[in-house]
């Protein structure tokens, strides 16, 4: 159980290198135009609620649209992508996939989560050393998009994350934001065990919706009343939900810690 007043001083131990085991990471999401009432999606690039395959799969990895043949090695877009995620047996997995334009590629390793995806090569071509997809870049397995890196961006931004096996994440922060507010926006903190019997628990942020008028941003640190420990084997994203008519640009982001369980 997590005591969250002493969360600052572990920031500053864990930055000092006094707490060994500890990583600091993040899961920032975007969406735009957030207009659909009744069926929250999970913030981030994609814009739906994501169905993640129930075994591991491997995922089909694409550029489509306008120019997208040019994300290749040799071409004036990106020439590799670096997806992170989990296999089946919840084991970290990282794999780098050489783009082939509008072609398909498959990954090697099957994944039954994504954490990211990002464009870390561009193509010899692109005449910088930031690597922007000229298309959009999906990761899909059949018909469901997994992650994707919309054109002109770096990478895939999803306000979810996965505890992978034998280790344990502490949320320190919660942030959420409307960019552009033309509706009022309600916020879900969700968390899913993939432990049988699969268990999800979904928790309205305390102060869930933000009304169109206010356009700001507030910080959630203590997630549920007793501690925001997160045990190995689950799914923790972050969904909203527009209200009444009109639409949003959103933003969340969970810091989190991860250690040795």
Known sequence: MTNLRNIEALDLRIALGLVPGYD????????????????????????????????????????????????NPTGTG??????????????????????NGTTIVNTVNSFLRVDTMVSILAGTLAGYNDAQPIGTITATHGTEIIAQIDAGTGAHLAACFHVPVGKRAVIKDIYTHIDDGGTDVEFFLSVRSNVLPVDVVT?????????????GQFIILNITSSNSTVPQYTDVWISADAIGGGSADITATIIYYLTDA
């Open 24 to 71: 600091k990471r993040s899961a920032f999401g975007r969406f735009n135009g957030l207009n659909t009432a009744g069926s929250p999606i999970v913030v981030g690039s994609v814009g739906t609620d994501i169905n993640w395959p129930t075994t591991g799969a491997v995922l089909d990895i694409v550029s489509t649209g306008t120019g997208a043949s040019n994300d």
């Open 78 to 99: 990106v020439g590799t992508i670096r997806i992170t995620g989990v296999d089946e047996d919840f084991e970290l997995l990282t794999e780098d996939v050489i783009m």
């Open 203 to 215: 928790i309205p942020i305390i102060k869930t919706k933000i009304n169109k008028s206010v356009d």
